[in-house]
């Protein structure tokens, strides 16, 4: 059974940092692209960053560009993202999304059920 | 990277059908035939439902179905039930990015 288990959200000042995971298990990890995608609360879907399966191809939102951090450790099957120099407005739910084939960008299949972000001073 | 332009809201009544549209650019849409739709329920995680414009993953129902013409995507409903009631949210690859619409909740009456 493929599982996502996401970690590491949190209270966090304005300017802070935060590094989120995500465990997985069921799947060849090491095999496919990965992404996280955040939902601010009653808000909808917003793309954050992706990483491709081997770490080399990375992308990230304009908006966290610089200041978030997507990697991987294949041989602990778990994907991070660093978080720095936090906004307000990145106050949201992150999951972590498996895409669909190997190369990561055609969609996403299986979801985990997010950990919790809250920016406040 | 601009969010996909999705209708706020849709309705209908069980059994009829709907689509739902999904506007986006020729950097995203327009290029590439990687548009993917998604149901979500309250408090609960995304599913995918159409991936790759218009495949469906194992499970899901034939009455879900998706297409594309130009910049513009749909998803369509039909045989409406009780239990499509949902948010649905359109997604694409825009190139080093994938770009998702701003969501429909789609009420059946």
């Known amino acids: 059974q493929v599982r996502l288990v996401e970690s590491g959200g949190g209270v966090v000042q304005p300017g802070g940092s935060l590094r989120l995971s995500c465990a997985a298990s069921?799947?060849?990890?090491?095999?496919?692209?990965l992404h996280w995608v955040r939902q601010a609360p009653g808000k909808g879907l917003e793309w954050v960053s992706f990483i491709g399966y081997d770490g080399s191809e990375k992308y990230h939102r304009d908006s966290v560009e610089g200041r978030f951090t997507i990697s991987r450790d294949n041989s602990k099957s778990t994907l991070y993202l660093q978080m720095n120099s936090l906004r307000r407005e990145d106050t949201a739910l992150y999951y972590c999304?498996?895409?669909?084939?190997?190369?990561?960008?055609?969609?996403?299949?299986?979801w985990g059920l997010g950990t919790m972000v809250t920016v406040s001073s | 990277q601009s969010a996909l332009t999705q209708p706020r809201s849709v309705s209908g009544s069980p059994g009829q059908s709907v689509s739902i549209s999904c506007t986006g650019t020729s950097r995203d849409i327009g290029t590439f035939d990687y548009v993917s739709w998604y149901q979500q329920y309250p408090g609960k995680p995304p599913k995918v439902m159409i991936y790759d414009v218009n495949k469906r993953p194992s499970g899901v129902p034939d009455r879900f179905s998706g297409s594309k013409s130009g910049n513009t995507a749909s998803l369509t409903i039909s045989g409406l039930q009780a239990e499509d009631e949902a948010d649905y949210y359109c997604c694409a690859y825009a190139g080093s990015a994938m770009v998702i619409g701003g969501g429909t909740k789609l009420t059946v009456l």
């Open positions: 069921g799947f060849a990890f090491g095999s496919y692209g």
């Open positions: 999304t498996k895409g669909l084939g190997p190369w990561g960008l055609d969609a996403f299949d299986v």
